[in-house]
């Protein structure tokens, strides 16, 4: 399978509430999960961040439990996903609560494929966690398995 972003993800067409800004520069690739443990799909999100009086979904990617990619904001626009690292980064996020169930093996894989599409769209884009930028969550938990997905993101550049 080809590694271009394009072919890895299925496109939406939301509706934003607000113009998104084109964001400028990409250092940062930032993994969360959606913290919630019920079922649910992109556009759950987009809703519930329309809810919070957000433009619209915070996150450029969501993976679904079944390996399914969609995009949520378009790749070149800023994400809203972490305070005052927005304007350098893409935001990932994976389906589920990772601080009460495991990641399955083809949603993490595909979370892999996709991370590493990113990076090498954006030469010198490091990867980073929710985590690591707020001290408020846990985000992307406490089950998730930061170490080897940085491992094996490394092994496919």
Do not use: W
């Amino acid at each position: 399978m080809s590694n271009s972003i394009e072919n890895l993800y299925i496109a939406t067409n939301f509706t934003f509430k607000e113009t998104l800004l084109p964001r400028k520069s990409t250092k940062y690739v930032i993994v969360h999960h959606s913290e919630i443990l019920k079922p649910h799909n992109v556009n759950d999100v987009h809703q519930l961040h329309l809810k919070l009086k957000m433009a619209g979904i915070g996150y450029h990617f969501f993976i679904r439990k079944d390996g399914s990619i969609y995009q949520g904001r378009p790749l070149d626009t800023v994400g809203a996903h972490v305070r005052d690292f927005n304007s350098a980064s893409v935001g990932v996020c994976f389906e589920g609560h990772f601080d009460l169930e495991r990641i399955n093996d083809l949603q993490y894989q595909k979370g892999v494929e996709l991370i590493a599409a990113i990076v090498k769209r954006y030469p010198g884009s490091t990867v980073k966690f929710h985590n690591q930028y707020t001290t408020k969550k846990n985000c992307p938990g406490k089950l998730f398995p930061c170490i080897e997905l940085l491992q094996d993101v490394m092994a496919k550049l």
